[in-house]
């Protein structure tokens, strides 16, 4: 995939719905630009796409799967998923797939493990005495957090993640460290905030009350961790309502994370 082609592809995303992000591509490129691909036809026009990007020896991700319309129920998708599984290797592989395609996915060999619900609205926007932006000094931690709410390697990523033009709030612990945070990403409609890392229900809330002052009423979107049994309440509570579902499937083992510590997936174009 050249930038060009995820560009076109970040349209398609749109028109499926997805909500991209308008400044994802340039850090899409940034994990494994080889493992985002795309099948071409006779004339050079995309017509299909995949992501498989690697994060170090033992995790890879499978997402932006999508084949043009006019291209869907003949091969392009197949020649996609193979070449994106030989690119994974022996490494375990995550997926967020669209609930129509689960059952495909479960016969390539993935397992589902729980959902990630969108939730979107408009909460009070509240400061928290224990919530601020980031300082240069705090980013070594915040990377580290994610790192252990993670199954691959993604520093790297991260801490383009963290900066500019996105938006990051992290939650101070009582001891002066950083425990928390949140990233918020303008999306073709409002903002999604991912990833949303925090010790508990208060510390999450505070961190997306913070991000929707900062955002000054804009709809956020929050693609919720159904494995954390708290995250439901969390959204009502914020004023978020239900939408769009996917299902976070694993194959060749599943990860042992901390998913009561997990309240939004950072991306699930990319895990």
Do not use: K
């Amino acid at each position: 995939m050249t930038p060009a082609d995820l560009q076109v592809v970040q349209g398609w995303a749109a028109d499926e719905g997805w909500n991209p992000g308008r400044d994802d591509a340039g850090f899409f490129m940034i994990p494994d630009p080889a493992g985002l691909m795309v099948v071409t036809d006779d004339a050079g026009d995309v017509i299909g796409s995949i992501g498989m990007p690697r994060f170090g020896d033992d995790f890879a991700f499978a997402g932006l799967y999508i084949v043009r319309p006019d291209h869907r129920g003949g091969q392009t998708g197949a020649r996609l998923a193979r070449a994106a599984l030989a690119h994974a290797g022996d490494r375990m592989v995550g997926t967020d797939g669209v609930l129509e395609r689960v059952a495909a996915y479960e016969g390539l060999g993935f397992t589902a493990v729980h959902s990630h619900h969108r939730h979107s609205g408009c909460p009070d926007g509240a400061e928290h005495p224990q919530v601020r932006p980031p300082t240069a000094a705090d980013m070594s931690a915040l990377v580290d957090i994610d790192d252990v709410c993670f199954p691959g390697e993604r520093r790297a990523f991260m801490a383009a993640w963290l900066g500019d033009p996105h938006v990051c709030r992290a939650w101070i612990a009582d001891d002066g460290a950083p425990a928390g945070f949140g990233v918020a990403r303008q999306a073709v409609d409002g903002w999604r905030i991912g990833p949303l890392l925090a010790p508990d229900a208060v510390a999450a809330g505070a961190i997306v009350r913070s991000l929707a002052a900062a955002l000054s009423g804009e709809v956020l979107h929050l693609d919720m961790n159904t494995g954390n049994p708290e995250a439901a309440d969390l959204a009502r509570d914020l004023g978020m309502a239900p939408g769009f579902e996917c299902v976070r499937m694993y194959r060749g083992g599943i990860p042992d994370l901390p998913i009561r510590r997990m309240w939004g997936c950072c991306t699930l174009e990319l895990g």
